[in-house]
């Protein structure tokens, strides 16, 4: 019975949290929900008319992801709903396929929603949550600075105040909007910079102030009182109130197709978004623990549920998670109580909303994104770690010139790549002794150390597998070649090798032979357990002798010098068994 409940905690976390609440965390909570809602529902509606969408569908992207996610997801603090990259996704990616704010389109933006869901949930089942790793940050980091940079460009339009038809490229925006720049409506861009300036002094003057939504109020009320409407200034008009109804969907194989790389990409930067969230606010507690393949679960319910009840396609967003860990939040609680208030500004004010200037939610959008762009990281890896600065540059030049997908492909191949790279090329050190004790270290970082005579010790410090083994024989064989064959024996430190494979044990054979061709001896020591069973399994052992496995580096150096007072009756006392003599604890 214990196991079962064990599970269905497992799979329902806040059965876990509810069951352990305090009355204490429920002001922190209450507070932190509060704050939450007010920074979510201007920027909702914002990010949703960022994806081509009327600014309902943020609202709706707020109340049910939202709901879901608290009872299901691990992140006590993660705020899930719409955010700039998702939505830039959507317009990216749906945009060419059907003409933004119309039903077509609206379908296809709800479908795409749902195909997220379901491949996050397929993800969870399959437990691939380990995948977030083939997105490294620097790559996330030049794909969000280019969104950043694309996010800005297409809110132009409603900063400036004239219409710019939908290009295929940014900078051919970018190129429009200089070149009608005498268009300008005045009353708009000052609208704009009035916003911008209000939210910039209050967030300077302490975050917890929802200068966003005030932006929101003040500029529908001046907008409704002089009429502002009707001198140019644009509007969102309409408001649907009350909850969303239930709503099924059904297409063919030909919708699924055209919204296959959308989905997918979509999938890939919420998962790495969201996750990457929870884990770094986790990182700043100690009572709860963010699990991947729970989280893959609980992100994809929420859109996929989310769809059925109209909700934009939604993700972790760092500015309201934040948020929401500044204000204390102890638990999922205080995203319920978001949503509750996303609920009630649904049933009532809506209608309130009508005058609101489209160029205040293009004036939150830019605000939102302008923490994007990440221009510090570039700095930092541009003296510390050059090539991942420019796997960085070129995802972001991909990404603005090119384009959202492509970007986005390019930052999942430069990431393969990198770790191809690295596992394909580990580093090998050349080891020798610290004077006085039977520390063992590398001889190209320590001046200090000796080199036994006659014998070579190396230790590999990564797996040995099909992918590095050439890099594993030629290192060996340059070695043994360059050092005029002065060695009797060579040792491998196998302490680094993890695991190995059947071209890893072949690649151990040949290296024995090449070696015994030299007159070399060969021994092996610190093998731990799985590696060790490989190793016996496959006659292995028989080929180098027993007596060539070593538990310590310093006991084989011991053996082949002749000292083996302390080596000897162990190595008696292993071959007696089948097992390989030392290493056998591992």
Same mark, same amino acid.
């Given at each position: 019975m214990s196991k079962y409940k064990l599970s269905l905690k497992q799979l329902v976390p806040s059965i876990d949290w509810v069951s352990r609440y305090k009355k204490r965390a429920l002001k922190t909570d209450l507070f932190a929900g509060?704050?939450?809602?007010?920074?979510?529902?201007?920027?909702?509606?914002?990010?949703?008319?960022?994806?081509? %969408?009327?600014? !309902?569908? =943020? /609202?709706?992207? *707020?109340? +049910?992801?939202?709901?879901?996610?608290? &009872?299901?997801?691990?992140?006590?603090?993660?705020?899930?709903?719409?955010?700039?990259?998702?939505?830039?996704?959507?317009?990216?990616?749906?945009?060419?396929?059907?003409?933004?704010?119309?039903?077509?389109?609206?379908? %296809?933006?709800? !479908?795409? =929603? /749902?195909?997220? *869901?379901? +491949?996050?949930?397929?993800?969870?089942? &399959?437990?691939?949550?380990?995948?977030?790793?083939?997105?490294?940050?620097?790559?996330?980091?030049?794909?969000?600075?280019?969104?950043?940079?694309?996010?800005?460009?297409?809110?132009?339009?409603?900063?400036?105040?004239?219409?710019?038809?939908?290009?295929?490229?940014?900078?051919?925006?970018?190129?429009?909007?200089?070149e009608n720049i005498s268009q300008t409506n005045l009353i708009t861009i000052s609208m704009v910079a009035v916003s911008v300036t209000i939210c910039l002094i209050l967030k300077k003057i302490n975050r917890a102030i929802p200068g966003m939504l005030i932006v929101v109020i003040i500029g529908t009320i001046a907008t409704w009182f002089w009429g502002l409407n009707n001198l140019g200034v644009d509007i969102v008009k309409d408001i649907p109130q009350g909850l969303p109804a239930f709503k099924t969907y059904s297409f063919d194989l030909e919708t699924f197709r055209l919204l296959l790389p959308v989905a997918i990409t979509i999938t890939l930067i919420c998962m790495?978004?969201?996750?990457?969230?929870?884990?770094?606010?986790?990182?700043?507690?100690?009572?709860?623990?963010?699990?991947?393949?729970?989280?893959?679960?609980?992100?994809?319910?929420?859109?996929?549920?989310?769809?059925?009840?109209?909700?934009?396609?939604?993700?972790?967003?760092?500015?309201?998670?934040?948020?929401?860990?500044?204000?204390?939040?102890?638990?999922?609680?205080?995203?319920?109580?978001?949503?509750?208030v996303i609920a009630l500004t649904l049933f009532v004010f809506t209608p309130a909303l009508y005058f609101l200037p489209k160029c205040i939610l293009a004036s939150i959008i830019v605000l939102a994104v302008i923490s994007l762009f990440d221009l510090k990281e570039a700095l930092y890896l541009y003296k510390t770690h050059r090539r991942d600065f420019w796997n960085m540059t070129i995802t972001f030049f991909v990404t603005l010139v090119i384009g959202i997908e492509e970007g986005v492909l390019t930052g999942v191949a430069l990431s393969i790549i990198k770790m191809l790279m690295r596992s394909a090329r580990p580093h090998i050190a050349i080891l020798g002794k610290v004077p006085g004790t039977s520390i063992y270290r590398n001889i190209s970082r320590y001046d200090d150390v000796e080199q036994i005579e006659n014998i070579l010790v190396l230790r590999f410090d990564d797996q040995l597998y099909f992918g590095n083994v050439a890099h594993f024989k030629e290192s060996i064989k340059d070695l043994i070649n360059e050092s005029g064959h002065r060695y009797k024996f060579m040792l491998i430190d196998a302490s680094g090798i993890h695991d190995i494979d059947?071209?890893?044990?072949?690649?151990?054979?040949?290296?024995?032979?090449?070696?015994?061709?030299?007159?070399?001896?060969?021994?092996?020591?610190?093998?731990?357990?799985?590696?060790?069973?490989?190793?016996?399994?496959?006659?292995?052992?028989?080929?180098?002798?027993?007596?060539?496995?070593?538990?310590?580096?310093?006991?084989?150096?011991?053996?082949?010098?002749?000292?083996?007072?302390?080596?000897?009756?162990?190595?008696?006392?292993?071959?007696?068994?089948?097992?390989?003599p030392l290493g056998t604890e591992r």
């Open positions: 509060l704050t939450v809602s007010i920074m979510l529902i201007p920027q909702g509606m914002a990010y949703a008319y960022l994806a081509g %969408l009327p600014p !309902i569908y =943020g /609202l709706y992207g *707020g109340l +049910f992801p939202l709901l879901v996610y608290a &009872l299901l997801g691990t992140s006590r603090h993660l705020s899930v709903g719409p955010v700039a990259v998702t939505s830039l996704l959507v317009i990216a990616g749906i945009g060419g396929l059907a003409e933004p704010m119309t039903p077509e389109y609206i379908e %296809l933006v709800l !479908i795409c =929603g /749902l195909m997220v *869901g379901v +491949f996050q949930i397929i993800m969870a089942i &399959l437990r691939l949550g380990f995948s977030i790793n083939f997105l490294s940050h620097p790559v996330i980091a030049g794909f969000t600075s280019a969104a950043a940079v694309i996010v800005s460009i297409n809110q132009l339009k409603d900063i400036l105040g004239f219409s710019i038809p939908r290009l295929k490229h940014t900078y051919q925006t970018l190129f429009y909007a200089v790495v978004e969201s996750i990457g969230i929870g884990k770094a606010i986790e990182a700043k507690h100690n009572f709860y623990k963010v699990r991947p393949n729970q989280e893959l679960l609980a992100l994809g319910l929420a859109k996929a549920i989310g769809a059925f009840f109209q909700a934009m396609p939604s993700s972790g967003s760092f500015g309201r998670s934040a948020l929401n860990h500044e204000m204390k939040a102890r638990t999922p609680l205080s995203s319920l109580i978001a949503a509750g059947s071209e890893g044990v072949r690649a151990l054979k040949e290296i024995n032979y090449f070696l015994s061709k030299q007159k070399i001896k060969l021994g092996i020591s610190g093998v731990i357990g799985p590696v060790r069973d490989m190793l016996y399994q496959s006659g292995f052992n028989d080929v180098i002798g027993k007596s060539n496995y070593f538990l310590h580096i310093d006991d084989a150096i011991n053996y082949y010098q002749g000292k083996v007072s302390h080596v000897k009756e162990y190595i008696q006392r292993a071959t007696q068994t089948n097992m390989p």
